[in-house]
T-cell receptor
Framework: NAGVTQTPKFQVLKTGQSMTLQCAQDMNHEYMSWYRQDPGMGLRLIHYSVGAGITDQGEVPNGYNVSRSTTEDFPLRLLSAAPSQTSVYFC??????????????FGQGTRLTVV | SQQGEEDPQALSIQEGENATMNCSYKTSINNLQWYRQNSGRGLVHLILIRSNEREKHSGRLRVTLDTSKKSSSLLITASRAADTASYFCALPPSGTYKYIFGTGTRLKVLA
């Protein structure tokens, strides 16, 4: 079991460039989400998905797109990178959280710098 | 806006002492979870407490939940240098599927 795999681990982009952060999980989890972590801000939810074909916005969705064509993959797209998107990005997955709550498994993060 | 607010923001203690951190929240919840993050790494789940539970133990961890005060505390007993990390509470608010994390407590355990 690989768990949650994020690629790349590090990335430097120029302002205006686009890119996709990859996230894959092999635990057959329905729920997947993307967070960004900035110093002193904790984790902020960008987008989440409760199953293939279903996505929704989190707290800070502007400038990011997601899609969920399979249960395993949940890529995050930066449409036109801005310096304000410099951050560490984490992908997480869990079984259907709904009313009960189950533990979330996190990837190791992608450290993105936009210059 | 963040649902969970941890305090203190930072805590420094000697090895062997107990560490207590608190999480306050604003809306009703079905459960609350605590996670640990070692520097630069992904978060790791520690413990989950349901809204109908008041206290839960796991090894050196003790979690309490007071739904009337909308607060939870995490106690780490007999701390070790390896406990140095950031600790976050996480709340899946009732009626939504959004897992929201607090701002975290940075714990430093001095050997």
């Amino acid at each position: 079991n690989a768990g949650v795999t994020q690629t790349p681990k590090f990335q430097v982009l120029k302002t205006g460039q686009s890119m996709t952060l990859q996230c894959a999980q092999d635990m057959n989890h329905e729920y997947m989400s993307w967070y960004r972590q900035d110093p002193g801000m904790g984790l902020r939810l960008i987008h989440y998905s409760v199953g293939a074909g279903i996505t929704d916005q989190g707290e800070v969705p502007n400038g990011y797109n997601v899609s969920r064509s399979t249960t395993e993959d949940f890529p995050l797209r930066l449409l036109s990178a801005a310096p304000s998107q410099t951050s560490v990005y984490f992908c997480a997955s869990s079984y259907w959280p709904a009313r009960v709550g189950t533990e979330a498994f996190f990837g190791q993060g992608t450290r993105l710098t936009v210059v | 806006s963040q649902q969970g607010e941890e305090d203190p923001q930072a805590l420094s203690i000697q090895e062997g002492e107990n560490a207590t951190m608190n999480c306050s929240y604003k809306t009703s919840i079905n459960n609350l979870q605590w996670y640990r993050q070692n520097s630069g790494r992904g978060l790791v789940h520690l413990i989950l407490i349901r809204s109908n539970e008041r206290e839960k133990h796991s090894g050196r961890l003790r979690v309490t939940l007071d739904t009337s005060k909308k607060s939870s505390s995490l106690l780490i007993t007999a701390s070790r240098a390896a406990d140095t990390a950031s600790y976050f509470c996480a709340l899946p608010p009732s009626g939504t599927y959004k897992y929201i994390f607090g701002t975290g407590t940075r714990l430093k355990v001095l050997a």
